[in-house]
């Protein structure tokens, strides 16, 4: 089932932008910076074809789906051509939704973790910030066979107790670097235009794959990025040749 706009949900939303803009106590790394370190020791060509050190690339991303508006979402990203990751929902979403996570998997896009139920990481007991993790990873390599390497942190939130249990859980930390708040308006023109005001060159674009103003959004975001030059990808065609660092807080 979908999740609607609770005051919870909306607080949690509304959190998001804060936790981003406040003093973090952990290192980030830019994609570029994972790049042109990787191509000191490497000359592999990056993923799928798509080699973001030449090209000028943006990475699409979804968080807290799957849902009953994922599968037009794929239907947009099939006719365009694009590649998004999906960071999903354990409990009520990936569970409820498994034909749905085999298809975003089938047709190319890149399946990443964003926790079973959507707790704070850094709030909870370190066993329990685990378990968050871990069901997920579980749940998804169940229904595929794949399991993600990528991790998206509810609200954004982590610390260095959160990147020891993602070291050793084996996933990547991805953050952001452009939000269209989604969260707060079903106007489909109003989420496409504080895209496309924020984007730059290595962004990482966040939306939701939950709402019903995203998807009907998409084909002009996709049309525009084309237009600007952008090439879309997922995250890890962003970060290649380099292979995301478990552990690590990757951000634009």
Request: proline fraction near 7%.
């Amino acid at each position: 089932m979908v999740r609607r706009r609770t005051a919870p949900a909306l607080a949690m939303a509304a959190a998001m932008a804060l936790s981003l803009g406040g003093c973090a106590s952990y290192e980030t790394t830019a994609p570029r910076a994972a790049r042109d370190r990787a191509s000191a020791v490497s000359q592999d060509t990056a993923v799928q074809g798509v080699d973001c050190r030449k090209a000028t690339c943006v990475a699409l991303t979804f968080d807290a789906g799957p849902s009953e508006y994922t599968p037009g979402l794929l239907d947009i990203l099939k006719r365009e051509n694009a590649h998004a990751t999906f960071f999903m929902l354990g409990k009520n979403h990936v569970v409820e939704h498994p034909d749905t996570v085999r298809r975003i998997v089938a047709e190319g896009h890149e399946p990443a973790n964003h926790t079973w139920t959507h707790r704070i990481l850094t709030e909870i007991p370190s066993a329990e910030a685990r378990a968050e993790i871990s069901r997920t990873q579980d749940a998804v390599e169940r229904i595929t066979g794949r399991r993600p390497v990528l991790m998206r942190p509810p609200q954004g939130r982590t610390d260095d107790e959160v990147s020891r249990i993602c070291a050793e859980l084996g996933v990547a930390q991805v953050l952001w670097s452009v939000t269209a708040k989604d969260y707060d308006t079903d106007d489909s023109a109003l989420i496409q235009q504080r895209v496309l005001d924020q984007v730059r060159r290595d962004g990482i674009i966040l939306l939701h794959d939950i709402y019903p103003g995203t998807v009907p959004a998409v084909p002009g975001i996709l049309a525009e990025l084309h237009r600007r030059g952008y090439t879309v990808v997922t995250v890890s065609q962003l970060l290649a040749p380099a292979a995301p660092e478990p552990g690590r807080v990757y951000r634009p």
